[in-house]
Each structure stands twice: as C-alpha cells, then as structure tokens.
C-alpha cells in the first residue's frame, strides 16, 4: 500500500484547508486511516482517525470541531478538513493506514499500530 498526502501549505490564522490521503497499490482488505501531525521538537501526534465504513472516527479533543476526517473509498482518498486553522497547528501532516478485519472496526489512535504511512505535507500557518 503506497500513500500519498497532498493539500499542504502556507495559510494565515483562520483559513481552511484540505488535505488528502490516496491509497494505492495491493489494497484487498479494509483499511482505518490515521492523520498525525508532527512540529519541530515535539514528537509525533495523532490527530484523527476513521475506519473503512467511515461510522467509527476519533478526532482529538482539542481539534473537535475545526478538523473533520472523512474517506470516500470509491476514490480511495481520505480526507482532513481543517477549518479555523491556528498558528500552533503549523507542522507536517503523515496520513497511514492499516488493515483491519471488518469494516467498522474503531480505527487505530497510536502511529506504532499503523504500518503504511505516507510522505507528509507541511502545513504552514501564520499569525
């Protein structure tokens, strides 16, 4: 499985952006999809996370209401809606993914249960 995150860049505080996941590659089981994001000095941080189905998604609770998660798998793309965008959300943003036996099991909330991760797209936001 090959990811590819795209939709980065530099904002100022308050806009939104969209940032993208497409999977490629052997994909013949159900896959839950992770969004982390990492800043300098700071170690990796999960930041939301949705299941194949798309009924089972964890969003931190300090982002719930700006960022919304969400796939559509006809596309093979998952999606991170980030709205009211802050300067402390500034880093780079690594989508994974990893298998999962049925299609509404709760997805994953720790990079170390993800296997396939995907290059990262910064994002930059300024005061």
């Known amino acids: 499985v090959q990811l590819q995150a795209s939709g980065g860049g530099l904002v100022q505080a308050g806009d939104s952006l969209r940032l993208s996941c497409a999977a490629s590659g052997r994909i013949n089981n159900y896959y839950a999809v992770g969004w982390f994001r990492q800043t300098p000095g700071v170690e990796r941080e999960f930041v939301a996370a949705?299941?194949?189905?798309?009924?089972?998604?964890y969003n931190v609770d300090s982002l719930k209401g700006r960022f919304t998660i969400s796939r559509d798998n006809a596309k093979a793309t998952v999606y991170l809606q980030m709205n009211s965008l802050k300067p402390e959300d500034t880093g780079v943003y690594y989508c994974?993914?990893?298998?999962?036996?049925?299609?509404?099991?709760?997805?994953?909330?720790?990079?170390?249960?993800?296997?396939?991760w995907g290059q990262g797209t910064q994002v930059t936001v300024s005061s």
């Open positions: 994974a993914a990893e298998m999962t036996r049925r299609p509404s099991i709760p997805p994953p909330k720790t990079s170390g249960e993800y296997r396939y």
């Open positions: 949705i299941s194949w189905s798309g009924d089972s998604t």
